[in-house]
């Protein structure tokens, strides 16, 4: 992980992956963050990491042991970073450089941080069937975001108390309609 830590950082300078501010937290902020979805996804499910910027959580959970990643970038330079990032894990991690919008595939968990409001991810996700469930890291936000969501989609959810920052949240959305 300190690779890709150290990667993370010397790409951070010349494209925003991360925020300047949280470059001395990396650790905590940025990795232990996206470690904590780990509990909630089986080694062997298809993942779809959306938004992927610097590879959080894809690339962290690919790194972990999650046998199959996808990660979806538009950017061309953060997609660039991701593909040398995905050399890092011995696990199959592929690099879509698309918008999410023109997407169409199918995963058993599609997972999204610092990426748009829960109903701009279910909109911009429709190509994308998921068959397990969404893991969403959030913050303060969580309930506006689900109460603006349940106005125009249907879904059960379960909010989980993020690990790493008291006003965080994991949102598990399942049985998307």
Known sequence: MKQYVD???K??????LISKNTINDVWERHIAD???LLEFIDKEDRVIDVGSGGGLPGIVI???GVK????????????AFLLQASQLTPYNVNVIN???EDVNSECDILTARAFASINDILRACSGITVTKKMLLLKGESVEAELREALRNWRFDYALYPSKTNKKSWIVELRELL
């Open 68 to 79: 199959n990643v996808t990660l979806v970038e538009a950017d061309k330079r953060k997609a």
């Open 62 to 64: 690919a790194m972990n």
């Open 11 to 16: 790409w951070n300078r010349a494209i925003n």
């Open 34 to 36: 996206s470690e904590q």
């Open 98 to 100: 698309k918008r999410v």
């Open 7 to 9: 990667l993370l950082i």
